[in-house]
């Protein structure tokens, strides 16, 4: 029985094979920003690294340096950390008004601690705050403790019924002696005002107002 053949044949591709290098400039060509695929852009970014990636391009432009994407990171970041920041100052502002300052330094603007809801105000050396507050020109801070200092010569004359959580127009209609009242009225305006309205106050107008507190001190030593 004759083999059997095989049908099949195999053609060899006898075309000639040209082999291909990579430049060697070849990283350099496709460097920078475009070809950096471990950053986010577009929609994939918030506002603000979009924000902030065209700040850094822009400066990188001016300046004629490009800047590493650690970098950039790094910077966004520390944007970031101070945002907040700013942030949480705003609320503290907002909600305890001037000693929001005292959460980032050292020194508090208030002289020292006064917790007149916790020690009776006869027990309190207000002329040691007044003269401290003064030595800091903190000129509201001194009005502020001029002002206790004051409900404390009306309790001590028995003029007032000194609490904590009394108003000034309780203290007001509890008074009697009518030119008392009438300073006590004056004083208690300009304690609203600058203290509460935060008034810029400085040496000028403080000893201004020195005059009437000076006044009221005055008319209560000689009031029966």
């Not at 027990?123 to 001029?146: E, F, K, P, V, W």
């Not at 009518?178 to 300073?183: H, L, P, T, Y």
């Amino acid at each position: 029985m004759a083999s059997e053949k095989d049908s099949l044949t195999v053609r060899l591709d006898s075309t000639r094979i040209e082999t291909k290098e990579f430049s060697e400039a070849l990283s350099e060509k496709y460097s920078g920003s475009d070809y950096d695929y471990d950053q986010m852009d577009g929609e994939a970014q918030n506002f603000i690294a979009r924000g902030l990636g065209w700040f850094f391009q822009q400066l990188a432009d001016m300046l004629g340096i490009q800047m590493s994407y650690e970098m950039q990171k790094f910077l966004e970041f520390l944007f970031y950390a101070l945002l907040g920041i700013l942030i949480l100052y705003i609320i503290l502002k907002l909600l305890i008004g001037e000693n929001a300052t005292a959460f980032f330094t050292r020194k508090s603007t208030m002289v020292a601690p006064l917790n007149i809801e916790e020690e009776h105000i006869e027990n309190i050396d207000l002329d040691t705050y007044i003269s401290d507050a003064l030595a800091q020109q903190n000129y509201r801070l001194a009005i502020r403790y001029m002002y206790l200092r004051s409900l404390k010569l009306l309790s001590a004359h028995s003029l007032i019924d000194w609490h904590y959580d009394k108003t000034n127009t309780d203290y007001y209609r509890e008074i009697d002696n009518e030119q008392v009242k009438a300073n006590f009225k004056k004083v208690s305006y300009l304690y609203d005002n600058i203290w509460y309205g935060e008034y810029d106050l400085n040496n000028i107008g403080f000893q201004s107002a020195k005059v009437d507190f000076d006044q009221l001190t005055k008319t209560v030593s000689h009031a029966r």
